[in-house]
């Protein structure tokens, strides 16, 4: 689809202020996100506003090495808590994998083989 300067800048300005997402407007509008991350720096661009800062760091409040023992723990927890759960289970896949367990964090990070692990 083609759209007029106009309507690039309209687009823009939807993403800009924070009325649609870059994937919405992409799926609204049946263009790719880059188009619309494009289309929204050009409307920045164009009345020269300074860029906004989308991605802020988060510091997980769940830093815990244990994992709720039932469904019902899960619950409780909040979308940032249960994708760090999630991330965290995936990193200790992909070690098991590899045939090594990690204990600690940082400087008192401790790499190990777990008891039964079969190497083939």
């Given at each position: ?8 800048l309209e687009i823009?300005r939807?993403?800009y ?5 870059r ?6 509008y049946?263009?790719s ?9 050009l409307?920045?661009?164009a009345?020269?506003l ?9 510091v997980?409040?769940c830093q815990?090495n244990t ?10 927890l909040?979308?940032?808590?249960l994708l760090f ?10 070690r ?13 990070k401790e790499f ?9």
């Amino acid at each position: 689809m083609k759209f007029s300067s106009e309507e690039r800048l309209e687009i823009g300005r939807k993403i800009y202020y924070g009325e649609l997402t870059r994937y919405e407007a992409a799926h609204i509008y049946g263009i790719s996100a880059e188009t619309a991350r494009s289309y929204m720096r050009l409307y920045r661009d164009a009345h020269q506003l300074t860029p906004k800062k989308s991605h802020t760091h988060v510091v997980h409040p769940c830093q815990s090495n244990t994992l709720p023992k039932n469904w019902e723990d899960y619950r409780s927890l909040s979308k940032e808590e249960l994708l760090f759960e999630l991330m965290k289970s995936k990193i200790n896949e992909a070690r098991l994998k590899k045939g090594y367990m990690v204990k600690g964090s940082g400087s008192k990070k401790e790499f190990f083989l777990p008891d039964n692990l079969n190497i083939k």
